[in-house]
C-alpha cells in the first residue's frame, strides 16, 4: 500500500480490526520511510450488476426499488418492516449468487413473487397484480384461485396474523 504522504509503498499494518458491522475491515498503518500512520479500508469487491428493462433499457441494479414495490403491496398488511427487509436480504442474496454480470428486470420480478407468496399471499397478488400488468378482472381472479388452490395444497403458507382470513374461501 502505498503512503499518502510520501508516496513510498513500505508501509505496514500495525492494527486490523471488523468495521461497517462486519462488512470490511479497518487497518491502521504505518509507513516505515516517513513514519506517518493513515486508515485504510477493505471491503469485498461485488460484481456491478446492470438490469435489463423492457426494451432493452439497461440502468445500475437498485435494491431501492425491489423495497419501494414490496413495501408499496405490503400496505396495511400485517407485514413487519423487518420481514421486508428479511425478504429482499433473500431475493438480492439470490440474484447476487446467480453471479451475472447483466439480468432481466423480470427474472429479478420472478424471483420477488416467488418469495413474496410465504410473506403475505395478499400482497403476493397485489404486487403480480402491478407486476404482470393484469389487463382484466379474469386474469386477476386466475391468481387468485392459483394462490388459493396452492394455499389448500399446503404449497405456501403465510406468515400473518392466523386470527383474520387472508383471502376468503367460498
Do not use: W
Request: hydrophobic content about 35%; proline content about 5%.
Amino acid at each position: 500500500m502505498k503512503c499518502p504522504f510520501c508516496g513510498k509503498d513500505d508501509t505496514r499494518v500495525i492494527d486490523s480490526r471488523p468495521a461497517d458491522e462486519n462488512t470490511s475491515i479497518r487497518r491502521r498503518r504505518v509507513c516505515d520511510s516517513c513514519g506517518k500512520r493513515f486508515t485504510t479500508y477493505e471491503k469485498v469487491e461485488t460484481i456491478p450488476l446492470i438490469v435489463i428493462k423492457k426494451g432493452d433499457i439497461r440502468e445500475p441494479y437498485d435494491r431501492a426499488k425491489i423495497e419501494a414495490g414490496v413495501f408499496r403491496a405490503c400496505h396495511k398488511r400485517p407485514v413487519s418492516a423487518e420481514q421486508i427487509t428479511k425478504m429482499v436480504d433473500a431475493v438480492e442474496t439470490e440474484v447476487f449468487n446467480m453471479e451475472q454480470k447483466e439480468i432481466p428486470s423480470r427474472a429479478i420480478g420472478e424471483i420477488v413473487m416467488d418469495k413474496m407468496k410465504n410473506l403475505d399471499p395478499v400482497a403476493y397478488v397485489r404486487f403480480a397484480s402491478v407486476y404482470r400488468e393484469f389487463k382484466d378482472v379474469n386474469t386477476f381472479m386466475d391468481e387468485l384461485k392459483s394462490v388459493l388452490k396452492k394455499e389448500a395444497d399446503g404449497i405456501i403458507t403465510d406468515s400473518t396474523d392466523k386470527s383474520t382470513p387472508l383471502l376468503k374461501k367460498e
